[in-house]
């Protein structure tokens, strides 16, 4: 037997500093002690049922081999289509589309392609796990600009975004609507990220996997796409997901649009991940793409009320709640509840009363663990029936 101590075999492994991610350990919590799970991102409702029609028809027809490498020419008509309708946006479906195993390989792909070793990447933060991993993995450096709870939501100081851009940077990977602090960028925000990619001639990548989940309602927000600002096309990749925009997250389909020379990049890198994936799904999708645009007003409308449950139900048992413009993401600050330790609380709280929620740490840098320590972010995608339960469970804390 080998020793696998004094062995080689024992080595870290690239990325073993990362471990399992809170968001698995969490519903694992749950599951084995039955708690309501408020934590991980998915829907429990399925999608619009034309969308599943379509999938499970393709399954029966046949389509069940390797789609073409940039995705089946259904959806990437049905993404140029889209993008005209909903963005004024004119795409090639030949040349701008590239359709990738989730967002998740899409930012992976594009991070690996784009940027390596003595490139800086600038991000806000809290920002989604997987960007932290995937820009050391292309060995690249992450800097941060903050966002802090402010009146109206979440902001970031502009001297911060100005000052986080070096002569290494080659990149800025901007999330909106953002997870996890339901914020949308306004068109002013937008506007000065778009002023220094030029100025400094940088690359942006935008993750819009909510760019469908934004909810209504007096001075809501409008989601902008930031590849259609003046002189940003030609430097911006949008990544888009239909498991977020059709309540199908276990399909894995999604995709980025961009210039011909930089989709070619990330399809160069994108190959030698995955290939291609979802060969059914993907014609599933393209229909999703093709529903009249209530069909997905309708989706929003459901989760907006969802919202509305989960966080009058909170403050009416005086839980400091932050409401989000959009995505599945309420924000409680549990240091008013006496939790200095986002972690700890959550691991009271799914076993003290049996609610599973995500500590927002985990979206933090290590050195500024401390900006995320009071907050837990609660997901409410779920059932009314599902919220509602664990309501009456957060009332016996
Ligand atoms: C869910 C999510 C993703 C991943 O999307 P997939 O299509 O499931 O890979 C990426 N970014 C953000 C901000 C998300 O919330």
Not at 176 to 189: A, L
Request: glycine share 8%; net charge negative.
């Amino acid at each position: 037997m080998v020793n696998t101590e004094s062995s080689r075999l024992a080595r870290p492994g690239r990325l073993g500093a990362y471990g399992t991610t809170v968001f698995a350990e969490m519903s694992a919590l749950a599951a084995a002690s039955g708690a309501v799970n408020l934590g991980q991102g998915f829907p429990d409702e399925p999608g619009p049922v034309e969308v599943l029609e379509v999938a499970r028809q393709a399954i029966t027809d046949g389509a069940n081999q390797y789609a073409p490498g940039r995705g089946m020419p259904a959806l990437l008509d049905a993404i140029a289509d889209h993008s005209r309708r909903t963005y004024s946006q004119d795409v090639d479906p030949n040349s701008e589309i590239l359709v990738t195993a989730g967002a998740t390989e899409a930012i992976a792909a594009s991070v690996l392609a784009l940027c390596g070793a003595g490139d800086e990447v600038v991000t806000f933060e809290p920002f989604y796990d997987s960007y932290a991993a995937t820009i050391e993995l292309s060995g690249a450096r992450r800097r941060v600009v903050p966002l802090e709870p402010a009146d109206d939501g979440w902001a970031f100081d502009p001297e911060e975004l100005r000052g986080a851009i070096t002569p290494q940077t080659r990149m800025i990977l901007l999330n909106t609507p953002h997870n996890p602090t339901g914020r949308v960028f306004s068109h002013d925000e937008l506007a000065l990220v778009a002023e220094l990619c030029i100025e400094h001639d940088l690359l942006a990548v935008t993750d819009e996997v909510y760019e469908h989940l934004v909810f209504s309602g007096p001075a809501a927000p409008r989601h902008e796409r930031l590849a259609t600002f003046d002189q940003m096309r030609e430097r911006t990749l949008t990544i888009s997901s239909a498991g977020k925009t059709f309540s199908v997250t276990g399909w894995k389909i999604g995709w980025v649009i961009g210039p011909p020379f930089l989709v070619s990049s990330v399809t160069a890198v994108k190959q030698f991940l995955t290939f291609t994936n979802g060969t059914p799904f993907q014609l599933g999708v393209a229909a999703g793409l093709r529903l009249p645009d209530d069909r997905l007003h309708r989706v929003v409308g459901r989760l907006q009320e969802r919202r509305d449950q989960l966080c009058g139900g909170l403050e009416s048992l005086g839980w400091p709640v932050m409401r989000p413009q959009a995505t599945y993401f309420a924000t409680v600050d549990a240091g008013a509840l006496g939790g200095t330790d986002a972690r700890q609380f959550c691991l009271d709280l799914v076993q003290s009363v049996g609610v599973a929620v995500i500590p927002m740490t985990v979206f933090y840098d290590e050195q500024h663990r401390s900006s995320g320590n009071r907050l837990v972010r609660f997901a409410f995608c779920k059932r009314e029936s599902v919220i509602a339960e664990a309501l009456d469970r957060l009332a016996k804390w």
